[in-house]
């Protein structure tokens, strides 16, 4: 009996590094978004570069395509990973502040699906708001 609870722990705990693995690498995500006040259609792209170690989950998510110069990196704080669900946050700088941005995301094969959320920003849509949900390959 102590044998077989062993291996069914070994087997328990291999399965979940072997999905918590599975997130590591590149994942790519295009949203088209028309400004509210008007004007062309524009192409948000996100790129998540994400490591696992065991259920934490590190990394950066870096956009372009929103008119802001050069993209940077934001670097994953939070982040834990279980099972084939993905929670993190990142801080980005701007000129009104510090803005805190929650992601949650579930991993299906090569793809990343999944929501963000600004702190105290929820259901205020505008700009950002249209682009909460997303959708990203993996590269």
Do not use: H, Y
């Amino acid at each position: 009996m102590r044998k077989f609870l062993s291996i069914c722990v070994l087997t328990f705990v291999t399965a979940a590094l072997v999905l918590a693995a599975g997130v590591d690498g590149k994942w790519v995500a295009e949203q088209k978004f028309t400004p509210p006040n008007g004007g062309d259609e524009i192409t948000i792209t996100t790129t998540f570069d994400l490591k696992a170690e065991g259920n934490k989950l590190t990394g950066t998510v870096t956009s372009s395509g929103m008119g802001r110069g050069e993209p940077r990196p934001a670097e994953i704080v939070d982040g834990k990973i279980d099972g084939d669900k993905l929670e993190f946050v990142t801080v980005t700088t701007t000129q009104r502040g510090e803005m805190k941005w929650k992601w949650e995301a579930t991993v299906a094969g090569d793809t990343l699906t999944g929501k963000r959320t600004r702190e105290g920003g929820e259901g205020r849509g505008g700009r950002m708001g249209a682009l909460g949900e997303f959708t990203a390959k993996r590269q």
